[in-house]
């Protein structure tokens, strides 16, 4: 390895340098923010986007992927954002509140800003927060912020997004959804943070709609679980695409809380959710679970590193693809259990279904463990429907479509089920349904 | 209803035929007994007619109502009346009962061009099989034979029976690992569907099942073929003899 040999660019990154030369001084930051998008575009000069040769890209290769880049979304006013809002389906007619980010940035007039105040939760605009002294602040996540390539593009050429903050001992009535909306083609660059305040709980839904068949969204999401608090996440990565979806989670989590996600990805073309999930404090609980439809030539890769710095922790990572066509899927999951981690305990599982002959799963959990006294648990399967049970349903007067139907539902359910935010099974179980039929 | 003419069929891609010339007739309104060694043919031959594709039928056909049975998928068997009780129920997880029930019925009805069924009129006719095969609600809302008992699966094949309302109803060794209650229950659901319109096939190694559910005709399957057929006191002297004559004579 010589770092100090340039690289020749990709066209990709090429365009990516041209678009931050454009748009840089229309974005919002201060002098620190300013410097850390110049070190961030500056990583990617040095290393390019992420590759197959970097062992966290090992299967899901960013930089051969991208063939160009084209411009940052620009602003859309308020009607049409209204529009695509009202067309869209995303968690069908879910009692919710929502907040609008309109090409990457914040409408508050979209949000139900007022709502939520009532609620002990406050929304501000990442752009204010990015053009203060301290914007930085916001930025700079533990471990992932300096050497993640994605979170490298993300800091680079972050548009907007919002703070949210939940108030101590608040517990938001209904849910939460945080709404990308794209109006025309063009990336969407966003950071949301998300302060679940001590023993406050929140329910949290994440999707992306709209008009973004040319441009990637890259979205980086941080979750700030304080002691006491509960905090579960759905993350809605649907829709036929050609263009990248870039999905990064960083969460902390406080003593005696819990955190549920799950991530959901049926539809776009290329497909990264990665999600590093820190335990500061004792007696908390993660459960990260993912559901994952890929075909045609789809990637979805779905990356999880657990990190158990305290003792007394569980964490459990329950993770279903299903693949059909020339479709890859990736699970690369790591529970890291520190040396004064004890009595932590980890379990993970990935499992996957293969439609096709062609279709391929790299699955890839990892345990390392400093710590003598923990339970940790991995496995990874992989295969196809079963003929028996394909029979028997078949023998019952089910259709072979039908009974695959069932089969493959039955399949993801288990992850959907054990999630367990029950408001949003039936609505994710009709997208399995749709994707079996239109893929 | 049934015809089955000179029926050969061996496991698909191996040599060794396991039937070899079978000939049934089963009229409807009647119930078909068969009875037989171990080996002898009487699974391969459920499952061919239930249209599992492990089998490769090499010569012969199977008229089904007048239709050539051999020709279609196992779910248009189905939707045109058959029904295979199976020996061993498959447990299918993450499918409610309950909810495969409906599919299964609806599906049938689809391909048949009827209406499919509302919900209160599904569950009615749920509620009313279930009671008489002793099948309690919670069964219904655990995944389709998932942590059943033996017993259990077998009344939940009969519960199906019931629902679907088949012509012809094949059954495979369903009296085996049933206690004398669960065999009765089970024989009692059997009997209740007995009809002029329907025909039944029962296949079991003992007679003790025929005491319930008392057939009109019993043939003795051995090496794949039928070597004896008579009434149900054929199963009787079967029981006091064993088959270790008929085994001989196809020998």
């Known amino acids: 390895m010589n770092a100090s040999v340039p690289i020749k660019h990709t066209q990709a990154e090429s365009d990516l340098f041209d678009r931050y030369e454009t748009a840089k001084d229309n974005l919002p930051g201060s002098v620190t923010v300013n410097a850390l998008r110049e070190a961030a575009i500056a990583q990617i000069r040095d290393k390019g986007l992420p590759h197959r040769r970097v062992e966290e890209y090992k299967y899901s290769d960013l930089r051969a992927f991208l063939k160009s880049a084209g411009p940052l979304a620009g602003n859309v006013d308020a009607a049409s954002a209204r529009s695509v809002l009202a067309a869209a389906d995303t968690f069908a007619d879910l009692d919710r509140y929502r907040i609008v980010l309109s090409n990457g940035t914040y409408a508050a007039e979209l949000s139900d800003t007022d709502a939520l105040a009532k609620e002990g939760v406050t929304v501000t605009d990442l752009g204010d927060v990015l053009t203060a002294e301290d914007g930085a602040r916001v930025l700079s996540y533990p471990k992932t912020g300096p050497t993640d390539g994605i979170v490298a593009l993300n800091t680079a050429f972050v548009q907007g997004g919002m703070v949210l903050e939940v108030k101590d001992g608040a517990e938001v009535s209904k849910p939460v959804e945080l709404v990308h909306v794209a109006e025309f083609a063009g990336a969407q660059v966003t950071r949301n943070r998300i302060v679940v305040g001590k023993g406050a709980k929140l329910r949290l839904l994440e999707s992306f709609v709209g008009d973004t068949g040319e441009g990637e969204i890259n979205a980086v999401f941080d979750y700030d679980v304080a002691d006491n608090a509960v905090l579960a996440a759905t993350r809605l990565i649907v829709g036929r695409t050609e263009a990248a979806r870039l999905l990064t989670t960083t969460a902390r989590l406080g003593a005696e809380s819990e955190l549920r996600t799950l991530g959901f990805i049926a539809g776009p073309r290329f497909t990264r959710n990665q999600q590093f999930v820190d335990f500061t404090g004792e007696n908390s609980e993660a459960k990260v679970y993912g559901v994952t439809m890929a075909g045609g030539r789809d990637l979805a890769d779905q990356t999880l590193i657990v990190d158990h710095a305290v003792p007394h922790c569980n964490s459990r990572e329950f993770f279903k693809t299903v693949l059909d066509g020339e479709a890859r899927g990736v699970y690369q999951g790591r529970i890291n259990v520190a040396q004064h981690a004890q009595k932590t305990d980890g379990e993970m599982m990935t499992q996957a279904l293969l439609l096709s002959e062609e279709a391929e799963m790299a699955n890839k959990p990892e345990l390392e463990i400093f710590a003598d006294d923990v339970i940790c648990a991995h496995g990874a399967t992989s295969g196809q429907i079963d003929e028996d049970l394909l029979f028997y349903l078949r023998a019952r007067g089910i259709p072979e479509d039908e009974a695959k139907t069932l089969l493959v539902l039955a399949f993801l359910s288990e992850a959907i089920e054990e999630y367990g935010e029950d408001d949003v099974t039936e609505g994710l179980e009709a997208r399995v349904r749709d994707w079996l039929a239109g893929h | ?251």
Not at chain 2, 7 to 23: D, P, S
Not at chain 2, 92 to 113: C, D, H, S, W, Y
């Open chain 2, 1 to 251: 209803m049934l015809e089955i003419k000179n029926l050969h069929a061996r496991i698909a891609e191996e040599e060794t035929e396991i039937l070899r010339g079978v000939n049934l007739t089963v009229n409807a309104g009647e119930v078909h007994a068969i009875m037989g060694p171990n080996g002898s043919g009487k699974s391969t031959l459920s499952y061919i007619l239930a249209g599992k594709d492990d089998y490769e039928v090499t010569e012969g056909e199977v008229l089904f109502n007048g239709e050539n049975m051999l020709d279609m998928d196992p779910d248009e068997r189905a939707a045109a009346g058959m029904f295979l009780a199976f020996q061993y129920p498959i447990e299918i997880p993450g499918v409610a009962t309950m909810e495969f029930l409906k599919t299964a019925m609806n599906a049938q009805r689809k391909a048949r061009g009827e209406d499919v069924l509302s919900i209160p009129d599904f569950m009615k006719r749920v509620k009313a099989a279930a009671s008489h095969l002793n099948v309690s609600m919670d069964m219904l809302k655990r995944p389709l034979n998932v942590g059943f008992s033996g017993g259990e699966k077998k009344r939940a094949e009969i519960l199906q029976m019931s629902l679907l309302e088949p012509k012809l109803c094949v059954l495979d060794e369903t009296d085996s690992g049933l206690d004398i209650d669960a065999l009765r229950i089970v024989s009692e659901g059997v009997n209740k569907l007995r009809g002029p319109e329907r025909a039944m096939v029962v296949i079991t190694h003992y007679q003790r099942l025929l005491d319930h559910i008392v057939p009109d005709v019993v043939h003795v399957l051995s090496k794949g073929r039928i070597v004896k057929s008579g009434d149900k006191d054929l199963a009787l002297e079967l029981e006091k003899n064993g088959y270790a004559d008929y085994v001989d004579t196809a020998a």
